[in-house]
């Protein structure tokens, strides 16, 4: 596809497909028996962590039906690599679910949560590009648990002290 044919849905869907490979490393890199570790007090756990990054691409269903609303998620699963299935899953369907929207529907308005009680209107768009930040900067913050517990961090938009890219 050239880039004067590219839709903004088009590259909404290179970005998650692009940043998905990279987020796998990064759990894959995850050392399934520190499910638990905080790297501070007030930090969440790894799993908690690991959890945000299926709710996010979950969101898809609520942004398709044009309100994203918080509300108290179900539990994560106990195992790391039962964490990596349901991501896994999760981005499938995500992405099918994108790719089956008209450029009308990514488009066309929501309601974001945007604090207790209050929304605002948004572009459709515009929430599902916010939830795909939103799982970068999680896994990001998973990423810098690594070194600290004997992790190698992987190589993410270029080479690693542990890994080349």
């Keep these: 596809m ?3 044919t590219m839709t903004e849905k088009d590259s909404y869907l290179q970005a998650c497909e692009r940043e998905h490979e990279i987020t796998l490393r990064v759990l894959r890199a995850f050392p399934a028996n520190q499910m638990e570790l905080r790297p501070h007090p007030t930090s969440n756990p790894a799993r908690d962590v690991m959890w945000m990054l299926v709710l996010n691409k979950a969101a898809i269903d609520p942004l398709i039906e044009g309100v994203l609303a918080m509300k108290q998620p179900p539990a994560p699963p106990p195992e790391r690599d039962a964490l990596i299935a ?14 089956a929207m008209s450029d009308e529907d990514f488009n066309g308005p929501a309601k974001l949560q945007a604090g207790k009680d209050q929304f605002i209107q ?3 768009a515009d929430g599902l590009w916010l939830m795909l930040m939103d799982t970068i900067h999680h896994r990001g913050q998973l990423s810098t648990y690594l070194r600290p517990m ?8 270029g080479p690693s002290a542990d890994e080349a890219s």
């Design 2 to 4: 050239s880039p004067q």
């Design 122 to 124: 948004a572009r459709r």
């Design 86 to 99: 349901a991501y896994e899953r999760t981005v499938k369907d995500h992405v099918s679910k994108v790719r």
């Design 150 to 157: 004997g992790a190698k961090v992987p190589a993410i938009y």
